[in-house]
């Protein structure tokens, strides 16, 4: 929950603020506290524009981001409406943005009354932080980080646009798909060289251009990866859509309640078959779902990489089976964090030529879908580790195959073992689009550091922790250390 207002925005809501029918509308004390700050905030900068003639930047932000916390609230409890039906707002059919209509109402209060364009851009603001799930004891570093709230908010335009845009295309590709297959006569495309299109449920056709606008059918899609393809625009929209806002994320390294990391005893079934403790999520890979999974189901990985040079790509992951594909020299062998990964369809896939078919076909299918074919990131192995030479072979045939790839990872393989040396020369070859980092390797370039905050000394630490897990950034996509820099980096035991 949100830190409590100051002494004088706290205490019970003002009957006036109370909901004209308590019965349809319930605002929590907490909620109309928050109200009641952003109405002061609101009212003082009303006084200053009266006053000066102007308005003071830095209150106005202030203000903002008070009604970002009511709205960060609301929306995560799910009492938007609520809040609306209360207080008289009214959000219509034509209003772009949810928080279109809290917004204006404190902007009345100022002589931007009136000024739409800048209710919008607020509005704007407010919905990408939430998009992005940004605390609101953050969100003015976040908007002074992407330059203002302007440049925020045309950030989400440009997002929605983009979304837009890309229905639009396979919409496009849909029709002459279909004008192909049923008149089998040469259609124009507005494509020129290889175009494929990704209609979901249908056959695909994948075409080759002509200058003079002819068309020559290459191959068609096998039926079963079509569903592959409606999968991932599923999960491509998604991306798009905010994930559900959280008021107090959980941290595993805080060890609240059961959240202790767990150490399993030399002589636990899983330690001495070298399995995982969570045998029932055990999977077969399919061609009836994905292998790759969205890093916005994940609070740590996050759904796209916001910094960098790899800015604006979308993340995916997936996860082997650890310890049976792991080295047994790796030193997180007992306490691997798997070990308290339970949660239903926490997918353990089975490694073997069948998960390498079924990802082959993927990162192809996210390599020609116009949503990613700008670049994708693949985080390598969630659990689990590098199994065979041959394997890490076939990774080197996937970055040849899609060169729109980027990929990072972690490996518990010595260098000087044939995998870790197999592993030096695929991050060689490709070092712009491959990074790789050595697991519990101290003081060496790329490598990680695990550490127990509970029995080591945390003043000792001379390297960063990782800002994922301390809370001072959202997830890897806002932060992207791993993969930009060569410096070790600290992760603390969870």
């Known amino acids: 929950m949100f830190e409590n207002p100051t002494s004088s925005e706290s205490g019970s809501v003002d009957q006036s603020d109370k909901p004209p029918n308590a019965e349809l509308a319930v605002i929590s004390v907490s909620e109309g506290a928050l109200w009641q700050s952003a109405t002061d905030l609101f009212e003082r900068l009303a006084w200053l524009e009266a006053n000066n003639g102007t308005s003071e930047r830095k209150l106005a932000l202030k203000a903002l981001a008070k009604v970002y916390e009511l709205y960060f609230q609301v929306a995560g409890e799910g009492n938007l409406e609520v809040l609306y039906a209360g207080r008289g707002l009214e959000a219509s059919k034509q209003t772009r943005h949810p928080s279109s209509p809290l917004v204006g109402h404190f902007l009345r209060m100022t002589k931007s009354a009136n000024d739409r364009s800048k209710q919008s851009s607020w509005s704007a603001a407010l919905e990408l932080a939430l998009e992005n799930s940004i605390q609101p004891s953050r969100f003015l570093k976040y908007i002074a980080k992407l330059g203002g709230v302007e440049k925020a908010a045309k950030l989400r335009r440009e997002r929605k646009k983009t979304k837009t845009e890309r229905l639009q295309e396979l919409k496009q590709a849909k029709a002459e798909e279909d004008a192909f297959l049923k008149e089998n006569t040469p259609v124009p495309l507005p494509h020129k060289g290889v175009f494929t299109g990704l209609s979901a449920g249908y056959h695909t056709v994948i075409v080759k251009c002509f200058e003079d606008g002819a068309v020559e059918a290459l191959t068609r899609v096998p039926e079963t990866s079509e569903a592959a393809h409606k999968r991932f625009r599923k999960v491509i929209r ?14 595993r390294h805080k060890y609240k309640g059961n959240s202790r990391p767990i150490t399993l005893a030399d002589d636990d079934p899983a330690i001495v078959n070298a399995e995982t403790k969570h045998t029932y999520l055990r999977r077969q890979p399919s061609e009836t779902e994905n292998v790759l999974k969205s890093g916005k189901h994940s609070r740590k990985l996050g759904s796209v990489v916001t910094v960098g040079k790899w800015e604006g790509f979308p993340i995916f992951t997936f996860s082997l089976e650890e310890r049976i594909t792991c080295p047994n020299t790796c030193q997180q062998w007992n306490n691997c964090y798997g070990n308290g990964i339970s949660q239903p369809r926490a997918w353990r896939y089975a490694h073997g030529s069948q998960l390498e078919e079924q990802l082959s076909r993927e990162l192809q299918i996210l390599s020609s879908d116009p949503a990613t074919s700008n670049g994708f990131v693949i985080r390598i192995h969630a659990l689990g580790d590098f199994y065979s030479l041959d394997y890490i072979k076939w990774w080197a045939e996937q970055f040849d195959k899609n060169p729109v790839m980027r990929a990072w990872c972690y490996t518990a393989h010595s260098k000087n073992t044939p995998i870790g040396v197999a592993l030096q020369k695929l991050a060689r070859v490709f070092p712009e689009r491959f990074s790789l980092r050595w697991s519990d390797s101290e003081d ?9 905050p509970t029995t080591d000394d945390m003043t000792k630490i001379r390297h960063l922790i990782c800002p994922a897990q301390t809370g001072s950034k959202a997830d890897c996509g806002d932060c992207g250390f791993c993969w930009s820099s060569t410096k070790p980096i600290v992760f603390l035991k969870h």
């Open 238 to 251: 998604a991306q798009d859509e905010p994930a559900p806002a959280k008021t107090a994320p959980q941290h």
């Open 444 to 452: 060496v370039a790329n490598s990680t550091i695990v550490v127990d």
